[in-house]
């Protein structure tokens, strides 16, 4: 704890310093860190980005038990074999899990709840379990906090809803959220 003038409010044995004569020690070395950072995606999450910009949810296939990755990973995470080609997969899905969250992205409280959950996305003609499936982890919009309580929210079926083509920036919200497919 630090009381006025930075000195501890119980007083420790020794000599306090000012700021400087502290500055004036013998070995004090002053530099300025220059830290730059670029991230890669790497190969196969940035194909995924780069679809997502052309409104297409990219799946990556494994060629040995045929299981479809999203987000695609170099290396099937079931039987071990590098996955091989890309598949576009319709976008549809239905809701896997949904809480009604109160926390924003930045951990703020929010006032009014958002509902997030996984989309398990449909993967027509490949592989998938229990375990095993393509899905993503994003917002959901058109679901109320009670639907969710109830649970008449899993299952349902979403459709992503994309930004405009021209506010698309190659990130996965580039999808708004998912939202109940009307009819
Ligand atoms: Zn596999």
């Known amino acids: 704890m630090s ?10 044995p020794g000599t306090y310093l000012k700021r400087d004569e502290y500055m004036k020690l013998p070995g004090l070395i002053k530099y300025k860190p220059v830290a730059r950072y670029m991230f890669s995606a790497g190969q196969a999450q940035s194909r995924f980005l780069h679809g997502l ?3 297409k ?3 990556v296939l494994c060629p040995s038990c045929r299981r479809v990755y999203v987000p695609p990973r170099a290396y099937c995470e079931y039987c071990h074999t590098p996955t091989s080609e890309w ?4 976008g549809t899905g239905t809701i896997h899990t949904a809480v ?3 926390i924003a992205t930045d951990r703020s409280r ?10 398990r996305l449909d993967a027509p003609g490949y592989k998938e379990d229990q375990y095993e499936f393509a899905g993503l982890f994003h917002k959901i919009c058109g679901v109320t906090p009670e639907q969710v309580m109830d649970g008449s929210a899993i ?6 809803r994309w930004k405009p083509a021209e506010e698309r920036t190659g990130s996965v919200t580039d999808i708004e959220c998912f939202e109940p497919v009307e009819g």
């Open 3 to 12: 009381g006025e003038g930075g000195k501890p409010k119980t007083p420790l």
């Open 53 to 55: 910009k052309e409104g």
């Open 57 to 59: 949810i990219l799946g």
């Open 87 to 90: 598949v576009e997969l319709p």
């Open 100 to 102: 009604v969250s109160y």
């Open 110 to 119: 929010l006032e009014e709840p958002e509902i997030v959950g996984v989309i």
């Open 155 to 160: 299952g349902m079926r979403v459709k992503p």
